[in-house]
């Protein structure tokens, strides 16, 4: 069975401001698709609504045809990577990922395979304060990963690592989509993610300007860069 995410006409206004207009784009298990576009393009807005953080004034965002905010216990089958590590400063990784896993009735004993898949179980004490950025991340998508999800949602989730973390994360994330799982994630940086992306969608200024097979996508093209600049040059 195929298990997609689906974004399906959804628009988003603030008072009279358009933030996302007609966003519809499919992301399929097996595949990592990247949704990519400059700082303020519309991702993070589109994937809030998407999580049930924001609504949309029109459209759908659903996980094989279900919403977020419908699940019993969405850690189950959604894992999102978003805005950061969002535990207390004072609590420490281990506990930080127990709440998370007790909140969707995971069992305790997830957390150290979480923790040693995502390379911090020598954090598993630490303070969440005393952890670098990179280290953040980390924990961002150990949590993700606690509830064994089939969907992978991460935004920017490359930030702060260093070249061997960012290696690091094209492997593993390659590995989730080869296990079955539905990777989505976004990025502004068009040239990190080619290396490892199956499918693309392209946002500029709340409107979708390209999307396919990555193949397809820079048939006529270099790069995600080049093709990015080619397609949003002011005349």
């Not at 979480?114 to 670098?132: F, N």
């Amino acid at each position: 069975m195929e298990h997609m995410v689906k974004i399906e006409g959804v628009c988003k206004k603030h008072g009279s401001k358009q933030i996302l207009e007609d966003i519809s784009f499919t992301a399929r298990s097996g595949r990592i698709t990247a949704f990519l576009g400059p700082n303020g393009a519309g991702k993070s807005s589109t994937l809030r609504i998407l999580l049930g953080l924001d609504r949309a004034t029109t459209g759908t965002a659903t996980f094989d045809g279900q919403t977020y905010q419908s699940m019993t216990y969405p850690l189950r089958t959604v894992g999102a990577a978003f805005d950061g590590i969002g535990g207390l400063p004072n609590r420490k990784v281990y506990d930080h990922l127990r709440i998370i896993a007790a909140s969707n009735a995971i069992p305790k004993s997830r957390i150290d395979e979480v923790l040693e898949m995502t390379g911090i179980a020598h954090k598993r004490k630490d303070l969440l304060s005393s952890l670098s950025l990179g280290e953040g991340q980390r924990l961002g998508l150990a949590a993700a990963l606690l509830g064994d999800p089939q969907f992978l949602i991460l935004d920017e989730p490359t930030n702060g690592l260093d070249p061997s973390g960012i290696k690091w994360f094209r492997k593993f994330i390659r590995q989730q989509a080869d296990l079955g799982k539905t990777v989505l994630l976004s990025s502004h940086i068009l040239s990190e993610v080619q290396m490892v992306t199956d499918d693309v969608v392209l946002i500029h200024h709340g409107r979708i300007i390209e999307q396919g097979q990555l193949e397809e996508v820079l048939q006529d093209s270099d790069s995600l860069e080049d093709l990015f600049f080619d397609l949003t040059e002011e005349v």
